[in-house]
């Protein structure tokens, strides 16, 4: 599982989008959780959630 903050200016969304695309082309099972409002870390409640319940999607 990738998660991206959309202001995380330390792993840019490209670095992102670029790791997710290699993992589904390399068939590798993945997801990318996008969270606009955030940066290097998952901060808000609701967000924090939101991760947690997609970490636990098998």
């Known amino acids: ?8 200016f330390r792993v840019g969304i490209e670095q992102g989008l670029q790791a997710f695309q290699a993992a589904q ?3 590798i099972k993945s ?4 969270f606009p409002e955030e940066n ?3 901060l808000g409640a609701q967000n924090a959630i939101t ?6 999607d098998g």
């Open 1 to 8: 599982m990738i998660v991206q903050g959309g202001i995380d």
């Open 25 to 27: 082309l390399k068939g």
């Open 31 to 34: 997801k990318l959780v996008y």
């Open 40 to 42: 290097h870390w998952v």
């Open 51 to 56: 991760w947690q319940r997609n970490s636990s």
